[in-house]
């Protein structure tokens, strides 16, 4: 089972594109990620932590799409944070 694949592959099911892309704005610069490299970052953690994501995402796109957008921003949120929690020194 590779749960990367079959994230995109449920997204494509629900004629949803992985290239589509979330807009943050860091330090006052914008910055995009797209659900493809969101998804692949996280696929990057535990076995545990891919399958809860998985998880949520089929939850998510069960509902026509309603929430995607929203599920990325959040989870991309989640990345930026740990990147920059991660450049601070205490």
């Known amino acids: 089972m590779n749960i990367a694949n ?3 592959k449920l ?3 629900h004629n ?3 290239f ?3 807009d943050f704005e860091v ?3 914008p910055h995009a990620m797209t659900f493809e490299y969101i998804i ?3 696929m990057q953690a535990s076995k545990e932590s891919q399958l809860v994501f998985y ?3 089929q939850k998510v796109v069960s509902v026509e799409n309603m929430g995607v957008d929203k599920f990325f921003e959040g989870m991309g949120q989640l990345l930026l944070m740990t990147h920059l929690s991660d450049k ?3």
């Open 6 to 8: 079959d994230c995109k």
């Open 11 to 13: 997204l494509l099911e």
């Open 16 to 18: 949803i594109d992985s």
């Open 20 to 22: 589509s892309s979330i």
């Open 27 to 29: 330090n006052g610069e």
């Open 40 to 42: 692949d970052t996280y």
């Open 55 to 57: 998880s949520a995402l």
């Open 88 to 90: 601070i020194e205490i």
